[in-house]
């Protein structure tokens, strides 16, 4: 497995702010995704985050809102652009170690509340 | 499309007695089948994973799931239930006819409540 982390592991922000979320992971990997957890459901991919391109976004999502930086093969952010509450969530990265799209790795999670 | 049911909301078993967490899926391809455990207040833990091979498979913490194509289920399994084993557990699912990188799709989870 791996050691990821996450920064911030939890925050409250108001309304209109952004926020950026740091995720870093203790090995070199290509495939990194971002997922978010509404309280009281599942998790639901934002986006693939590959080093060297531009992250892929899944419907519903799009990059004005969640802009995604892979500057490296161990680290990734995501933003929370002009927060709502509707975007009170967990947010968790996750990695596919050995890029074979099989076990993911998942970080702790950060836990966005927005007033 | 791909998805995944978890058709029990919640499971209530008593410390000591086996439990079963039920899981069904829908690919257009052969299943990559995942569990993962969720703790209050923490992230994903990895279980246990089902690519090919036996049917069986043994995981983490005496989990085990079972494989069956053809009531495309992958149901979750522990001999004696703990307290401990009290947690969220997600059921997720890829295909193999997608490129290596395709995220999984998530069960809604069922919440295991194991009581003393």
């Known amino acids: 497995s791996a050691v990821i982390s996450q920064k911030p592991s939890r925050d409250i922000c108001q309304r209109g702010t952004s926020l950026t979320i740091q995720c870093q992971v203790d090995s070199q990997v290509t495939m990194m995704f971002w997922y978010r957890q509404q309280p009281g459901q599942s998790l639901t991919l934002i986006a693939t985050?590959?080093?060297?391109?531009?992250?892929?976004?899944e419907s519903g999502f799009v990059i004005d809102k969640f802009p995604i930086s892979r500057p490296n093969l161990t680290f990734s952010t995501l933003t929370v652009s002009n927060m709502s509450p509707e975007d009170s969530s967990i947010y968790l990265c996750?990695?596919?170690?050995?890029?074979?799209?099989?076990?993911?790795?998942f970080g702790p999670g950060t836990r966005l509340l927005v007033l | 499309a791909q998805s995944v049911a978890q058709p029990e909301d919640q499971v209530n078993v008593a410390e000591g007695n086996p439990l079963t967490v039920k899981c069904t899926y829908s690919v257009s391809g052969n299943p990559y089948l995942f569990w993962y455990v969720q703790y209050p207040n923490r992230g994903l833990q990895f279980l246990l994973k089902y690519i090919t091979g036996d049917n069986l498979v043994k995981g983490s913490y005496g989990f085990e799931a079972e494989f069956n194509k053809s009531q495309t289920s992958f149901h979750l399994k522990k001999p004696s239930a703990l307290v401990s084993d009290s947690a969220l557990y997600f059921c997720?699912?890829?295909?193999?006819?997608?490129?290596?990188?395709?995220?999984?799709?998530f069960g809604k989870g069922t919440t295991l409540s194991v009581s003393s």
């Open positions: 996750s990695v596919d170690l050995a890029g074979l799209g099989e076990t993911q790795y």
């Open positions: 985050a590959n080093q060297g391109s531009e992250a892929t976004y």
């Open positions: 997720a699912v890829r295909d193999d006819v997608r490129q290596a990188g395709t995220a999984l799709i």
